[in-house]
């Protein structure tokens, strides 16, 4: 029989990534959590409506990269794509407005139907961070810092920049939607295939593009900046000196526009070249729309979301697995002793693994490839005389103890 793999996009996670993964999410916590952000968690699946507006009809992940599927109650659902409007939703539905504002972090899970390639999966995972109910420029500075600490706090912020940009306001962002198309049109037929529907369905996308001919014809294109009106521009400029106060470094880049609908005003990347093309590996800005897209509720927000998998390939990170102590019996006859052995050294706390199969060499010798720190040889002589053979793998050092005595000098190594 075939053996089954795995659905293109998607991968098992073994012990060394994981264990990188787990590094990056307690220490992003561990930022949070010093900067007063509490934990969500939302569903993985929701309904799929509740996307469709906030990250826009016309955008990728509602067009081509969305998990839709029907349950048995014909409810249409969608595998989350992203971890922001799910916290938005359940700070509505949970009354949770009252005590404004709020500070949020989340990880898990999330799902789009991409083309697969180094750091670009179908499943991938996020941790994020809200800040909701703050309409002033404060909240993109405290966000754009705390994203900033958690970086420096895994060790690779000296390997990204800081990329960021204004969409303004939604007149700004009108006014330079216009100008931007009527640019563009000019060009029309030099424009990548997937350009030349943006155009029609929604002009500043294609300031996303990746394709070379693209980007050439972008940088004759006028400038968002340009469009700014006076208050969106105050805005910007207050976020860019508060970032300079706080020594945060970042480049101003006006082709910055992400990817969903519900940004305005800031909008920031931390980019990297190591993860290859994909090459942001936190991204975030405000989305002072979303809540009324998907409520009759209108409050503010500003977050952002970093991609786990692309910053493991960043992190360097040595995976070791060390057990203290591999437990051996002479004879499959003394496993019920091994076995109480096995528990009271998990009571003491003592991480430990009964070595099964093969000959008393083949099992000192998987010990050895395991590189437990002590192995306990248990035989006929050891249990008649409530004895353990206590060896020391490192020195070779072996001793005739009794329990008491040998927890004493495991316990002394494992500090
Ligand atoms: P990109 O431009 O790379 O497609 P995006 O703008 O779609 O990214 P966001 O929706 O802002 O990404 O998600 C935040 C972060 O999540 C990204 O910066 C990236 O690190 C990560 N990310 C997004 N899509 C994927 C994916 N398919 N596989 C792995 N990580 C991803
Ligand atoms: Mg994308």
């Known amino acids: 029989m075939k053996n089954f793999q795995t659905v293109r996009g998607v991968k098992d996670l073994l012990p060394n990534e994981l264990s990188k993964m787990r590094f990056i999410e307690q220490q992003a916590s561990i930022v949070c959590k010093n900067a007063c952000y509490e934990e969500i968690s939302t569903p993985i699946f929701e309904f799929a409506k509740l996307f469709e507006k906030p990250l826009g009809e016309t955008s990728d992940i509602v067009t081509k990269e969305n998990y839709v599927f029907q349950d048995r109650s014909n409810n249409t659902l969608m595998l989350r794509p992203e971890g922001t409007t799910g916290v938005v939703r359940a700070v509505i539905n949970e009354s949770l407005l009252q005590d404004f504002p709020k500070r949020y972090f989340y990880y898990g899970p999330m799902f789009r139907y991409e083309r697969p390639q180094k750091g670009r999966l179908r499943q991938f995972h996020q941790f994020g961070a809200e800040l909701l109910g703050v309409q002033d420029y404060f909240a993109d500075i405290e966000i754009i810092y705390l994203a900033k600490c958690f970086l420096k706090n895994i060790n690779i912020l000296s390997q990204t920049s800081l990329k960021i940009n204004s969409l303004g306001d939604n007149d700004s962002r009108g006014n330079y939607k216009r100008e931007l198309k009527s640019f563009l049109e000019k060009y029309k037929n030099d424009l990548s295939p997937e350009s030349k529907i943006r155009l029609q369905k929604n002009p500043l996308r294609i300031l996303d593009s990746k394709n070379k001919k693209d980007i050439e014809i972008l940088s004759s294109a006028p400038k968002f900046q340009n469009f700014l009106n006076k208050s969106s521009l105050d805005f910007f400029n207050s976020v860019c000196e508060g970032l300079d106060k706080l020594k945060v470094n970042f480049e101003i880049d006006q082709t910055l ?159």
């Open 257 to 415: 526009v992400r990817g969903l609908d519900y940004y305005s005003h800031t909008a920031f990347e931390f980019k990297t070249n190591i993860v290859g093309s994909q090459d942001a590996v936190l991204a975030g800005g405000r989305y002072d729309d979303l809540s009324r897209l998907i409520s009759r509720q209108m409050f503010p927000g500003v977050g952002w979301a970093a991609g786990i998998e692309r910053l493991t390939i960043m992190l360097d990170y040595k995976y070791s697995f060390v057990p203290m102590v591999g437990l051996i019996g002479h004879s499959n006859l003394h496993y019920h002793v091994l076995l109480d052995y096995y528990k009271r050294f998990l009571e003491n706390k003592i991480n430990s693994q009964i070595i099964y199969n093969g000959t008393l060499s083949k099992k000192f010798k998987k010990a050895n490839k395991l590189k437990c720190l002590f192995v306990v040889v248990l035989g006929e002589n050891e249990i008649e005389n409530g004895i353990l053979q206590l060896k020391n793998l490192k020195t070779g050092q072996q001793q005739q103890l009794n329990f008491e005595d040998a927890i004493k000098i495991i316990k002394k190594k494992n500090v």
